[in-house]
């Protein structure tokens, strides 16, 4: 009989194991279930917090980039020190200093949109001029080459009537630290 009563006790133990286990699993998946959800919610906000990290590394490259170009002593030179020391008078007589320069007529200029980028803004004026084509030319190179940060981002061309001069429509951005006026 003390064969049947140790199995008994052997299957008592195992059984009573079996218990505790089960009872350690249950206290545990409940004690990491609030943890799980708080994962689960946390995951879409490190990939969003990520991409808006690879955005500023970015853009904080370009504007040393643009300082670089500008003529900055080092690649940590701040853009706002090299924009600073390119900056004469304000966009609009910049503008026409060089519109002046180029010998063409000018037409139209306005200010289209201001908005700013990581360490710049940008504000994009409306240019149109009458001239030759070498004159229109000479704008653009002027435009490119000039004491400020500057680009042409569209230009359309067309001949006036009856005339042998050309009409040139462009609309050119011109960049400046943050937190200063362009214009």
Not at 48 to 70: F, G, H, T, V, W
Not at 93 to 102: D, F, G, P, V
Request: proline residues 2%; positive net charge; aromatic residues 4%.
């Amino acid at each position: 009989m003390t064969g049947v009563s140790g199995s008994l006790r052997g299957g008592g133990a195992l059984a009573l194991a079996a218990a505790l286990l089960l009872l350690g699993l249950g206290v545990d998946l409940a004690l990491t279930q609030p943890e799980l959800r708080d994962l689960r919610r946390l995951k879409p906000r490190r990939a969003e917090l990520q991409q808006r990290l690879q955005e500023i590394d970015r853009l904080d490259l370009d504007a040393k980039s643009m300082a670089r170009y500008l003529g900055g002593e080092s690649a940590t030179e701040d853009l706002a020190e090299a924009l600073a020391r390119h900056r004469t008078g304000d966009d609009v007589n910049y503008l026409n200093s060089l519109i002046e320069a180029s010998g063409v007529r000018r037409g139209e200029l306005g200010t289209d949109v201001s908005e700013v980028l990581g360490k710049c803004r940008r504000t994009q004026y409306y240019v149109r001029v009458y001239g030759r084509y070498e004159e229109i030319l000479d704008l653009v190179r002027r435009l490119e080459a000039g004491g400020r940060l500057a680009g042409v981002d569209a230009m359309v061309l067309s001949r006036e009537r009856e005339s042998t001069r050309i009409e040139a429509r462009l609309k050119v951005s011109l960049y400046h630290p943050a937190g200063t006026q362009g214009s």
